[in-house]
């Protein structure tokens, strides 16, 4: 069985102790240590950057700091009233910009393109919306490539219609096929795309085939369950939760992030409670994966215990019998 290499997020910021965690740093931490183990006994890899072996390190051990892909450590959202353009410009501040460009083409051996173009959509009052944010609402598509000779493959969320989000902002509806083995080319007039310098894991992996068949069940909403989110949510899962918000990183790197946000935001905090980060975060995607492998995991256990008429109580201490006096 091959161990896996994990990352663990990394330097702390230099006015908090080094050695305390913020609960979305200790989130993110366990959520990779929890994707590595329960993809342990499928052999998996930990990406690693272009030109560079994979680490030695095993499954409890932390990956060489010129190895992680991603923040350092992840940066906190505050909360409402957090903008988009103070928050990019913190996540600019904290990635290893050696492993994101600004490309036109699919120019690289290998690795991962993140793309992005205006929402096609019938209804003005919701582009209106989601123009007043720059590029952070746009469309997105993830490219893979997984060397120069292989043919590339492309990620896409949406609605199964011919638009890329609802005319309804609540509107519940079944996804398109997420996975396109033969994908159109990148407009060039929505040109460029941001390439992310890793190698990413291979489609027919396990947990990768588990992932894809996992947002394929879900119903496409606009605010909790759209592009970006599952942008976000694939390449978390094609890099082992190394690389997080890539969409957002594009945002700075290739698009446009206003320095304001636009009042009407405010009004969609106001009526649904959710604010621009939680429409683009992919966690939430990947924390609901993540349970939805464990229960499968736990109920197979199960499944088996029973086969071999064997009584298991699963997460009760046994019974100790109080001594008689």
Partial sequence: MTKLDTCVSGDMSNHRDKEKKTNSEARDADLTQSLMEILQKNGAKSPVKHGRDPPSSTLHER??????????PVVKYDGFGHSKYAWTSQ????????????VHGFTEKSGIYVYKRPVRTGSPELLSLLEQAGSVFHHVAVYLQYDG????SMLEYGPDNDDDITSHANAEVPCAPV?????????????PMLHISVDPVDLDAAHVQAAIEFASQQKYQAL??????FADFMIRVLTHNHVKHAPLVFDVMCGKVPQTDSPLLHMVYLMERLTWFDVCDGGRLMREFLASVRKEHVEEFLSKAQKDEKKIVVGLPPLKKKRKP
């Fill in 149 to 152: 000779d292989s043919p590339i």
């Fill in 179 to 191: 996975l396109n083995t033969a994908p159109p080319e990148p407009e060039k007039e929505c040109l």
């Fill in 63 to 72: 990956v060489p700091s010129d190895i992680v892909a991603i923040t350092k």
């Fill in 91 to 102: 996540l600019m501040k904290s990635i290893d910009s050696s492993l994101f460009k600004t």
């Fill in 224 to 229: 909790r369950r759209n592009c970006i989110a």
